[in-house]
DNA sequence: AAGAGATACCTTGACAGATTAGGTATGTTC
DNA sequence: GAACATACCTAATCTGTCAAGGTATCTCTT
């Protein structure tokens, strides 16, 4: 089963905000982290992600910085702003309503 | 609370295949229903409405009749079809796996 | 040393569903 | 007769997602 597009949109920022939550984070780390947790079933197109990145640090709702790996690649971390961090906590009393009415219809 | 927009984006039409797996309605009383339902929650709006009724009629999961009220004012009855049914089926095997996926993230 | 594949970033244009902001018409209630 | 509920609909706009590109570095294999 996979998972795109519109069922999952306006999520997205949801999502990602969870993840950044936890520890700050790149692009390409949370691709990675999202295919894994949900085995493949949740396709994230790049294009949406920094989307949504770009998106977030607009709202202040995350902010960023560069950072070399080990190897010397650099990485653009995302890190949750305390403005994120309240957002995330509305957005999640949002979705568990969403589910509760969504479920009631079917 | 007020749920709108992307958050319910892409489920519109499972919602209304749900209320219409039930029995025949139309038009306004699928949306004094989900405003009832959803204690004012969710927030349908009537372009919103038509428009997935057009989308699930060009696709042929609902099928539309006039009918006259007690009264005569004209209502258009739509119904779900045999392929709305097995098209709902797996919507609701979609919604349940990215319910749990999101809820993963959060 | 060359090539493949993974890591890591990003943008542009098009698409589709949702909203805003209208419109028409009839029945009911004060 | 004015206000409100019932009942339908559309056009233009907004917004998030996707397809399809692009650049650059590092690692592994041959």
Chains 1, 2 share one sequence.
């Not at 998972?3 to 905000?17: A, E, K, S, V």
């Not at 295919?35 to 294009?47: D, M, P």
Request: charged content about 25%; proline content about 1%.
């Amino acid at each position: 089963m996979e998972l795109t597009g519109d069922l999952l949109r306006g999520h997205t920022d949801m999502i990602l905000l969870g993840i950044l939550s936890r520890q700050d984070s790149y692009g390409y780390e949370i691709n990675k982290k999202i295919e894994v947790v949900s085995s493949g079933a949740f396709v994230l197109t790049e294009a949406t992600l920094y989307t949504s990145f770009k998106r977030l640090e607009k709202k202040g709702l995350v902010s960023s910085y560069w950072k070399s790996s080990d190897t010397g690649k650099r990485r653009k971390y995302y890190s949750i702003t305390p403005l994120g961090r309240t957002t995330l906590e509305s957005l999640e009393i949002s979705w568990v309503e969403a589910k509760q009415i969504i479920d009631a219809f079917i």
